[in-house]
């Protein structure tokens, strides 16, 4: 299992940067998938998961503000975030489980390197 990410990059407050996430070696549509971000000096935060049929879980601090989808076509999991402000700063995380529900409570397996967003 592989995840390499893209997308990150510089935006001012209340701009918008959408990151994805291209998996290999399995498929996305039988995975729980989720993106976590990690502040400088904090731990990593889980921001947002989707479930095999669709169903996803947001941390209250991007809900309304951030979209988690994918294409299975592609294989590529994405996160569409507007309205960034300051404390969205951080690296961000794909990761994939084997579980197919209850993906916020999932253990997460599979990592990408991460991609880094700065807000300023």
């Known amino acids: 299992v592989q995840l390499v990410e893209s997308g990150g990059g510089s935006v001012q407050t209340g701009g918008s940067l959408r990151l994805s996430c291209a998996a290999s070696?399995?498929?996305?549509?039988?995975?729980?998938m989720a993106w976590f971000r990690q502040a400088p000096g904090k731990g990593r935060e889980q921001v947002a998961t989707?479930?095999?049929?669709?169903?996803?879980d947001y941390a209250d601090s991007v809900k309304g503000r951030f979209t988690i989808s994918k294409d299975n076509a592609k294989n590529t999991l994405y996160l569409q975030m507007s309205s960034l402000t300051p404390e969205d700063t951080g690296i961000y995380y794909c990761?994939?489980?084997?579980?197919?529900?209850?993906?916020?409570?999932?253990?997460?397996?599979?990592w990408g390197q991460g991609t880094q967003v700065t807000v300023s």
């Open positions: 990761a994939a489980s084997p579980w197919t529900t209850s993906c916020h409570l999932a253990p997460y397996n599979y």
């Open positions: 070696g399995y498929r996305t549509s039988t995975y729980c």
């Open positions: 989707l479930t095999t049929a669709g169903y996803t």
